[in-house]
């Protein structure tokens, strides 16, 4: 069965730094999404991609985030400088189309860890 | 309004007993509410999702019971067994949003 991955699952990196996880979303969907998920809480939304264009962002998603989908397999989010409240599980998805019927799928997670 | 609140936060249930997982939301806006499971390591899942058109769905031993004019749906898995040990989120979508909104995630334990 065809599923999302995602790479690295964990990532330990210093206030300050830049990071870039990294999701390779199902072959044939055309929307993807990057979600978070700090440790005890709640999956949080924070963008959509479509067409080479973002659809919709969080609040939470500012100018430290950007995505993009450099080749026609991988889709990446980067942190330009991190902080210590970015640390959560990260989790990137995608669907064959918008809303329902189509499911999103889930990746198993990118752990980031800031310190 | 753009909340989904959830609960309980966790629950211990015996072997063949019945979960209960009840969500509740503002916006009468949102059309599609789906249930994820998500297991240690592992990314959430779709499990089963409805509508707010129909009042009840079920897919073998996960129920939806969906309640309109409270605002309100719940998950009841019949005849629970420790492979549901899981933590479970109920979402909601709006229509042409391309996001869910998730709850705050119960964790289920199952008894042998």
């Known amino acids: 069965e065809p599923e999302v991955t995602q790479t690295p699952s964990h990532q330990v990196t210093q206030m300050g730094q830049e990071v870039i996880l990294r999701c390779v979303p199902i072959?044939?969907?055309?929307?993807f999404y990057w979600y978070r998920q700090i440790l005890g809480q709640k999956v949080e939304f924070l963008v959509s991609?479509?067409?080479?264009?973002?659809?919709?962002k969080s609040e939470i998603f500012d100018d430290q985030f950007s995505v993009e989908r450099p080749d026609g397999s991988n889709f990446t989010l980067k942190i330009r400088s991190t902080k210590l409240e970015d640390s959560a599980m990260y989790f990137c998805?995608?669907?064959?189309?918008?809303?329902?019927?189509?499911?999103?799928?889930f990746g198993p997670g990118t752990r980031l860890t800031v310190t | 309004q753009q909340q989904v609140k959830q609960s309980p936060q966790s629950l211990i249930v015996q072997k063949g007993g019945i979960s209960i997982i009840n969500c509740a939301y503002e916006n009468t806006a949102f059309d599609y509410f789906p249930w994820y499971q998500q297991f240690p390591g592992k990314g959430p899942a779709l499990l089963i999702a409805?509508?707010?058109?129909?009042s009840e769905k079920k897919e073998g031993r996960f129920t939806i019971s969906f309640n309109k004019s409270a605002k309100q749906f719940s998950l009841h898995i019949m005849d629970s067994q420790p492979g549901d040990s899981a933590t479970y989120f109920c979402a909601a979508e709006r229509p042409g949003t391309y996001k869910y909104i998730f709850g705050t995630g119960t964790r289920l334990k199952v008894l042998a």
């Open positions: 998805a995608s669907s064959e189309g918008a809303g329902d019927p189509y499911e999103q799928y």
């Open positions: 409805i509508r707010p058109d129909v």
């Open positions: 991609f479509y067409n080479n264009e973002i659809s919709e």
């Open positions: 072959s044939n969907h055309l929307y």
